[in-house]
């Protein structure tokens, strides 16, 4: 496809309970950052990834949380033990540069902790 | 603390006429300030932006203007369109040229 894909679009999982969530970045894009907006919430920066250098991971809430770029394409976003207060949508976003005029959004994944 | 506050959740105007967007933040080290629209069950899309040095930019219908004395953005979207309804976001950069700092949105509702 042409855009940002996430997967999957939603996930509910029980308090506890590890969950990976996916983000396909528009190809050829470097930049690629992670966002997550809880309810009645502004977007919430967690990560960002920059090609081959060491990734900002200044927003990651907690040691719960960790990301991973594999191959400068495909990331992962991994939330361990997850808890009620981790629901929230997890947006992903791609850029040629690392410019923000460039930047695509994915449609986000849905998360739902019970 | 927030650091980008949109103080209305949400604006209904009538087709046609003029969309007021307002925005406020704290920080004056901020350089550079965009608008995001997101419609339901989607992602933000880039709308327009602005630099520090400047005090308006214009694409379109959509006028985005700077007060930096005031720390007050704003966003005029004319003539209103009912496709225009959406969730608008106010963000704003500084410290690095990657990370922004989101306020909460505000849901516009253009009538026909």
């Known amino acids: 496809g042409a855009g940002v894909s996430q997967s999957p679009s939603n996930k509910v999982t029980e308090k506890g309970k590890d969950v990976e969530l996916r983000c396909d970045p528009i190809?050829?894009?470097?930049?690629l950052y992670w966002y997550r907006q809880s309810l009645g919430q502004g977007l919430e920066f967690l990560i960002y990834f920059q090609g081959n250098s060491a990734p900002d991971k200044s927003g990651l809430p907690s040691d719960r949380f960790s990301a991973e770029r594999t191959g400068g394409s495909v990331s992962t976003l991994t939330i361990q033990r997850t808890q009620q207060e981790d629901s929230a949508v997890y947006l992903c976003?791609?850029?040629?540069?690392?410019?923000?005029?460039?930047?695509?959004f994915g449609q986000g994944t849905r998360l739902t902790v019970v | 603390d927030q650091q980008v506050k949109q103080n209305s959740p949400s604006l209904s105007v009538q087709e046609g006429r003029i969309s007021i967007l307002n925005c406020d933040y704290t920080n004056s080290m901020f350089d550079y300030f965009l608008w995001y629209k997101k419609y339901p069950a989607e992602g933000p899309t880039f709308l327009i932006s602005?630099?520090?040095?400047?005090d308006k930019n214009e694409d379109g219908r959509f006028t985005v203007f700077l007060n930096k004395s005031a720390k007050h953005l704003s966003l005029h979207i004319v003539p209103s369109q009912p496709g225009d309804s959406a969730v608008y976001f106010c963000?704003?950069?500084?410290?690095?040229?990657?990370?922004?700092?989101f306020g909460k949105g505000t849901l516009l509702t253009v009538n026909p």
């Open positions: 602005i630099s520090s040095i400047k």
């Open positions: 976003a791609s850029s040629l540069t690392g410019t923000y005029t460039e930047a695509f």
């Open positions: 190809s050829g894009h470097t930049a």
């Open positions: 963000a704003v950069r500084g410290g690095s040229n990657y990370k922004l700092t």
